[in-house]
């Protein structure tokens, strides 16, 4: 019983010592919180390698190090540009060559384009530079507002007849290309012997059909510097059709099978050139599709058309969308149309004001035709993200 009083004694005596000590520790904390507030607090580490590390403290950062036995303190050197905002200008780093050279090979002849075109030009030597109060030789604009405009549709009498018959002839040929692409996608899409090649072949006349090539092929050996060799574009010529049916003898039988044949001929083999790309495009779609999709579709007895009509149409349908807007605009400025004939003769004959107003009129009408197919095909374009 003494014991128990003795401990009891000892407890109640220490008890304020116990008290003045809790409150010596919370007043050196209040004390070191309003420091930390008033003054930013530096963060210190100590190394012994040089593999330091820095601190992201709210004021500066400090690296300890050994060295030669001795603590001595360096200040790091802070990267003030936010990490973010970095990632943000090596982008426009990136992309900056592609920006000089957009302004200075696409913008600006864009911009002396739509000033031709409202202009009348002149080309003048030195001499007629002189003559006129000039001190160089170049192209001379005078004023005339949108006179080469008024001229294109009310005194030019091919321009607008060109340019019916040639939308008449493209809106119909990009439906055909797409169907054709389509088709050939789908069986170059399948496992069989030989599909590598095949796929090279339908792609081949893409790569042909680039630079000096085509030229070649065509038959303009001169602009080549190669005249002598005019038997090379022979075997390229859609008329061996023509001269294998007078080889075999059945040539001029009939005049208008004959001539049904090299049409058919002709038109099979430009379809072919036309759908490279297409087809390429058409191709790399179908090869996203999941097998766990056509496993889905199997298993619940879904038919081939089924199949086609319900899961694969939906998916490639943005490829769709992207390939006509495509085929469209290759058909529209190919070399075989009229009417860029038409702007590229005019600009030959030095008449670059008139070129120039024909070619704003023909890519307004295309931007037109575009936005409307946009407009009705997006209607039926399939997103995975909705």
Do not use: C
Not at 20 to 36: G, L, P, R
Not at 56 to 69: F, L
Not at 262 to 290: H, M
Request: glycine letters at 6%.
């Amino acid at each position: 019983m003494s014991k128990k009083k003795k401990e009891t004694s000892e407890v109640s005596e220490n008890t304020p010592k116990v008290e003045e000590t809790v409150e010596k520790i919370e007043e050196a904390t209040d004390t070191a919180k309003q420091a930390a507030q008033e003054s930013p607090v530096v963060k210190r580490s100590a190394h012994n390698t040089a593999a330091a590390a820095a601190f992201n403290a709210a004021g500066e950062e400090v690296d300890v190090r050994r060295q030669k036995g001795e603590k001595r303190e360096r200040k790091i050197k802070t990267n003030k540009i936010p990490y973010e905002r970095k990632k943000h200008l090596y982008g426009y780093g990136f992309i900056a060559l592609w920006l000089i050279g957009s302004l200075w090979l696409f913008v600006s002849p864009v911009i002396t384009s739509l000033a031709y075109s409202m202009s009348k030009t002149t080309l003048m030597d030195k001499a007629d530079a002189l003559a006129a109060g000039y001190t160089s030789a170049g192209i001379r604009m005078e004023w005339n507002s949108f006179a080469h405009y008024i001229r294109a549709f009310t005194g030019d009498a091919d321009f607008p007849r060109l340019l019916v018959e040639s939308i008449g002839e493209i809106i119909p040929q990009a439906f055909v290309i797409m169907i054709f692409s389509l088709f050939i996608a789908i069986m170059l899409n399948q496992k069989f012997r030989g599909r590598t090649l095949a796929r090279a072949i339908f792609f081949l006349p893409v790569l042909i059909a680039t630079g000096p090539i085509i030229t070649v092929i065509n038959g303009d050996m001169a602009s080549q510097g190669i005249s002598g060799a005019t038997q090379f574009s022979a075997l390229f010529k859609t008329d061996l059709v023509s001269e294998l049916m007078e080889f075999v003898g059945i040539y001029n039988i009939n005049p208008q099978f004959t001539t049904f044949i090299e049409e058919l001929t002709a038109n099979i083999l430009n379809l072919v050139w036309n759908s490279g790309i297409q087809i390429l495009i058409f191709l790399s779609a179908l090869q996203n599709i999941p097998p766990s999709a056509k496993e889905a579709a199997n298993m619940e007895g879904a038919t081939a058309w089924e199949f086609f009509w319900k899961i694969t149409f939906p998916i490639i349908s943005p490829m769709i969308l992207a390939n006509l807007i495509y085929t469209i605009i290759d058909a529209f400025v190919s070399t075989d149309n009229e009417v860029m004939n038409l702007v590229l003769k005019q600009s030959q004959l030095g008449d670059y004001g008139y070129s120039a107003a024909l070619a704003w009129i023909y890519f307004a009408i295309i931007g037109a035709i575009l936005g409307l197919v946009v407009v009705i095909v997006s209607r039926f374009v399939y997103y995975e993200n909705e």
